[in-house]
């Protein structure tokens, strides 16, 4: 059974950084495609990833919501999927997820993102 469970949100200032971490299991850690996704309060999951990325065609990608201040990264022999973000702001509070693109392994189709983690809360105060 594919889990995937985040951990690293915390409260923090605005301009503070945290490094957040999602760990999966249940499948091979050399193909596959982990999105960070968010929900804001009051709002829905948003459906487009906030970042992902990809051992298929070794792509990272980032919203340009964070572009330049959040970094994606893994480490394939902790099976562990890593977002550090920097310079938050208040807007960056929210509840984040990992999930996983169990067809192609590609950052493309954020439609077909399963496995949600349980989440972990960041809060940005101004």
């Known amino acids: 059974e594919v889990q995937l469970v985040e951990s690293g949100g915390g409260l923090v200032q605005a301009g503070g950084s945290l490094r957040l971490s999602c760990v999966a299991s249940?499948?091979?850690?050399?193909?596959?495609?982990i999105g960070w996704f968010r929900q804001a309060p009051g709002k829905e999951r948003e459906g487009d990833g906030v970042s992902c990325i990809s051992s298929s065609d070794v792509v990272t990608y980032y919203a340009d919501s964070v572009k330049g201040r959040f970094t994606i990264s893994s480490d394939n022999a902790k099976n562990t999927v890593y977002l550090q973000m920097s310079s938050l702001k208040p807007e960056d509070t929210a509840v984040y997820y990992c999930?996983?693109?169990?067809?192609?392994?590609?950052?493309?189709?954020?439609?077909?993102?399963?496995?949600w983690g349980q989440g972990t809360q960041v809060t940005v105060s101004s």
């Open positions: 249940g499948f091979t850690f050399d193909d596959y495609a």
């Open positions: 999930a996983t693109e169990p067809l192609l392994a590609l950052c493309r189709d954020w439609d077909v993102f399963t496995n």
